[in-house]
């Protein structure tokens, strides 16, 4: 993942998620180590179409939902997979089997937040660091990929066992399978729901 996209996770992780919409590029850019031009990058879009105002030293989140449509449509989910492959478990199953560094994404970040799953999925999308302590748990066959393992950056772990409430949107915005829909509809409920 791009840091400007570590960046509008963070932002978008404190105004849907803890209810801050006041920030400096100062803080952001110590939270993560990187430099205030990469902050002033990440803001430049969002500037640009009304959802981030700035005044002096300081900027507000002022409209989430257009920074969250506007990752969805840039995130790039594909440039992230590090290894797909079919194993013959049921979901509940792989997701059970996996260790306790990684982080789930997708589908099974959703059931979690939602507490209910939309629909009934069969793949599972994790994040981590390491592939082969994953791939280690299972055998694998031939077929449709049902595990995708995708790269976690560094800050990805500081959010818990699932990916943020605006990443697993935005994850979900880009994923093909016909159910994806349903969750993201659900997820953006949940969103409205706490924004408002």
Do not use: C
Request: aromatic share 14%.
């Amino acid at each position: 993942m791009k840091k400007i996209e570590i960046i509008w996770r963070e932002l978008l992780f404190e105004v849907i998620e803890k209810g801050n919409r006041n920030f400096t590029q100062k803080d952001i850019a110590a939270k993560f180590g990187f430099s205030t031009s990469t902050v002033f990058q990440a803001l430049k879009t969002p500037r640009k179409m009304g959802a981030v105002r700035v005044s002096g030293r300081n900027f507000t989140l002022e409209d989430p939902e257009k920074l969250l449509y506007h990752w969805a449509s840039v995130r790039d989910i594909e440039k992230d997979v590090i290894f797909k492959g079919r194993v013959d478990s049921s979901i509940f199953e792989v997701e059970g089997a996996m260790p306790p560094e990684i982080v789930f994404g997708g589908y099974t970040a959703a059931r979690n937040i939602l507490e209910v799953s939309p629909a009934d999925y069969d793949k599972v999308f994790v994040y981590t660091k390491e592939v082969s302590g994953i791939k280690d748990r299972f055998n694998f066959t031939k077929g449709n990929p049902n595990l995708f393992i995708l790269k976690a950056d560094e800050f990805i772990e500081k959010y818990g066992q699932v990916t943020t409430l605006a990443q697993t949107f935005v994850d979900l915005w880009n994923m093909s399978e016909w159910y994806a829909k349903e969750f993201s509809r659900s997820l953006k409920e949940k969103i409205d729901g706490l924004l408002s």
